[in-house]
Nanobody, 127 residues
């Protein structure tokens, strides 16, 4: 699978931005999709994930209540709407696909669970 993320850019604190990620292939709806981010000098961090048909959604603690993940399986796309952006949200944002189809009943997204990654899109929050 190939994942192509887009939508990054420079935004002022308090602003909003929407990231998009388009996946190749015909089994998009079978996989959990996620967003991760990596700030300069820091480890990659989980941001959000969504199951194949969108029935379950997960957020990292630092973005809960501000970010919204969604997907359009007809377009093979996953989105990340980011509101109330803060300077500490500055990072390269990556979309990723879970290694295996489906999702366990008890599930907590972790980086190691995702096997396909996009190239990343830079989000800079600064005045």
């Amino acid at each position: 699978v190939q994942l192509q993320a887009s939508g990054g850019g420079l935004v002022q604190p308090g602003g909003s931005l929407t990231l998009s990620c388009e996946a190749s292939g015909r089994t998009f709806s079978s996989y959990v999709m996620g967003w991760f981010r990596q700030a300069p000098g820091k480890e990659r961090e989980f941001v959000a994930a969504i199951t194949g048909i969108g029935g379950r959604i997960y957020y990292g603690d630092r973005v809960k209540g501000r970010f919204t993940i969604s997907r359009d399986n007809a377009l093979n796309k996953v989105y990340l709407l980011m509101n109330s952006l803060k300077p500490e949200d500055t990072a390269v944002y990556y979309c990723a696909r879970r290694r295996n189809k489906g999702v366990p009943v008890i599930y907590q997204p972790e980086e190691a669970d995702f096997g396909s990654w996009g190239q990343g899109t830079l989000v800079t929050v600064s005045s």
